[in-house]
């Protein structure tokens, strides 16, 4: 199974509200990183998070990381239509090849509603 | 900056045509890398290169070959298309060979269809 796994699978909401999105993964990582995709895009970075951090801020992004639970959540605040896209964790992890891996989970389709 | 550019945007082939899907950075970033899409399954990495001459594996390299001769430029080879190759390919590119470590930035990806 994959490294990283999002829940839910699908969100939708109302413009204004707030939205959440969880990760979960299975092994010690480096940093946890966020990206969205657009419909027929590619992907974006937003938010990184190392493994020594327990939050972080980016505009109305909001990241927390509990490494003993393995699982990150990313929550938007007061969401716009605009917002509605994929989402997706993507796990750094040390050792095996001298540079490191990145693994991506399958990702969380969020959809606002105007 | 055009960042990380792909063509083809779209692509049909039939089983067993060869084609070449080409990937340019202009930011002078170090590590490349090929994804593919498929529903339900993420991106799985087939080939990445940290500098030019320097290539290796991924998680699904078997029908796919890489070489990088200049650093902007990394070209994903089919050998053979199958139907199983039909998915949405990426391109990215860091600043740091670690990419594991660092943000990765996305082409706009192509779309490939075997039938």
């Known amino acids: 199974s994959q490294q990283g796994e999002e829940d839910p699978q699908a969100l939708s909401i109302q413009e204004g509200e707030n939205a959440t999105m969880n990760c979960s993964y299975k092994?010690?990582?480096?940093?946890l990183q966020w990206y969205r995709q657009n419909s027929g895009r590619g992907l974006v970075h937003l938010i990184l998070i190392r493994s020594n951090e327990r939050e972080k801020h980016s505009g109305r992004l909001r990241v927390t990381l509990d490494t003993s639970k393995k699982s990150s959540s990313l929550l938007i605040t007061a969401s716009r239509a605009a917002d509605t896209a994929s989402y997706f964790c993507?796990?750094?992890?040390?050792?095996?090849?001298?540079?490191?891996?990145?693994?991506f989970g399958q990702g969380t389709i969020l959809t606002v509603h105007p | 900056n055009a960042g990380v550019t792909q063509t083809p945007k779209f692509q049909v082939l039939k089983t067993g045509q060869s084609m070449t899907l080409q990937c340019a950075q202009d930011?002078?970033?170090?590590?490349m890398s090929w994804y593919r899409q498929d529903p339900g399954m993420g991106l799985r990495l087939i080939h990445y290169s940290v500098g030019a001459g320097i290539t290796d594996q991924g998680e699904v390299p078997n029908g796919y070959n890489v070489s990088r001769s200049t650093t902007e430029d990394f070209p994903l080879r089919l050998l053979s298309a199958a139907p199983s190759q039909t998915s949405v390919y990426f391109c990215?590119?860091?600043?740091?060979?670690?990419?594991?470590?660092?943000?990765?930035?996305f082409g706009p990806g192509t779309r490939l269809t075997v039938l």
């Open positions: 993507a796990t750094g992890i040390a050792g095996g090849t001298s540079y490191g891996k990145l693994t």
């Open positions: 930011m002078n970033h170090e590590y």
């Open positions: 092994t010690s990582i480096n940093n």
């Open positions: 990215a590119s860091s600043y740091s060979i670690l990419a594991a470590y660092n943000e990765q930035f």
